[in-house]
């Protein structure tokens, strides 16, 4: 719950506020760009809500906020908000909200599937959203990118009866995971292509969907400080080299739409753009210090 005392003074004056529990991990900017900014330490309140739509760009990112920093002076009704989530996003793919402490604030998706829908990596779990998934069908698998991010899919697994996927360098994160996966072997699973791609972690995986829609953990995002879509070089825990190789081996997904990571923004791409947008990231990732 955030505290009106604790507030930062860099927020603007009105009724949305951010207090000094912020652990900065951009999610807030990620929901409400032009309400949200970065103070370098803080996400904080650069604009107030205008109008409607506003108004339910900083709900949701008061819902969406790991760990409970967006407060209002005002008491909110947010039923519209959270009954909002899952958020449409593409064809069958939903944006999960509700992300969790224990990642740092990744985000989680939904995707419906007529042979068993799938979550990818995991948000909090709540009533709310487990009554959504189970209107939408259940889940049959949970995909796990790599061993940061499986925050409550052992609830989820267990209360949808799911198959959890993660890669076997991976497994103490879940070390009851239905299906592990070994090497570095490309899988597929109904609509689902998953790659290995090790960088980030040493197990990661990255999962394409219908060749459009590319779900992508800690591997690669929009990366609104550079505007392009790049990988974290001060969060690449086991190698920068592998990191970049296995960027690169994504310029071969021509056919790809739009990009959803755990960390950093989701974003949409041109059509048959993708192999030039991976050519670019590679340069500036060869170069980045
Ligand atoms: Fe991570």
Known sequence: MANLERALSENVEGNFFVDSSCINCGVSRHYA???????GRYSFV???PQNEREVLEAQQALLACPVA????KEKLNLTSAIDSFPIRMAEGVYLNGFNHRNSYGAHSYFVKSDKGNWLIDSPRFIPHLVKKFEEMGGIRYIFLSHRDDVCDAERYAGHFGSTRIIHQLELDAQPDAEMVLEGEETQRIDSAEIHFTPGHTQGHLVMLWNKKYLF???HFAWKSDINMFGSFRNACWYSWQKQIESVQLMEAFEEVEWVFPGHGKWGRVSAKQFPE?????VKWMINVK
């Open 46 to 48: 650069k604009k107030q």
């Open 69 to 72: 920093s967006i407060g209002t």
């Open 33 to 39: 760009p032009e309400l949200f900014g970065d103070t």
């Open 216 to 218: 992508t953990g800690d």
């Open 277 to 281: 947008i991976i050519r670019e990231s």
